[in-house]
């Protein structure tokens, strides 16, 4: 049986980077609040309307892509391939939240930053999916 030490400690780090992400996202939520003086919702004020958006979609995103890169590491994924999906996940939540944060801020950020999530999540789907099928089949 392999030792699973490196490729869980890969997973450890990016679960980490995105915790940091959701930290950084909700302080920043927080701030505008105050600033603001919203207590709950978004009062109508475009910027919380726009950054509440890209919290909850980082909520939405982050847990499954998480239990994903665990199953996968668990049934043997390699090291290396951990690292690449959990970067490119990373690396595509933090520019979208970077682009959600903003008042206003260019589209590449929300476009890129989705796409990199969005690619390392159907990498991830396919890969698992198709062991599945295969480990069925086998």
Known sequence: MQNLAP?????????????AILFWIATVTGELHRKHRVLVGDGGVMHLIRINRGHANAIENMPLFFIML????????????????????????????????????????????????????????????????????G
Do not use: C, K
């Open 7 to 19: 490729a869980l400690s890969a997973v450890g780090i990016y679960a980490a980077l995105n915790m």
């Open 70 to 137: 665990l199953t996968a590491t668990l049934i043997g994924m390699p090291v290396i391939a951990a690292h690449v999906l959990g970067a490119v996940f990373t690396i595509g939540r933090a520019l979208h939240a970077w682009h959600f944060i903003q008042e206003d801020a260019p589209g590449w950020q929300r476009g890129g930053g989705f796409g990199l999530a969005f690619l390392a999540q159907v990498v991830l789907l396919a890969g698992l999916l198709g062991h599945g099928l295969w480990t069925l089949a």
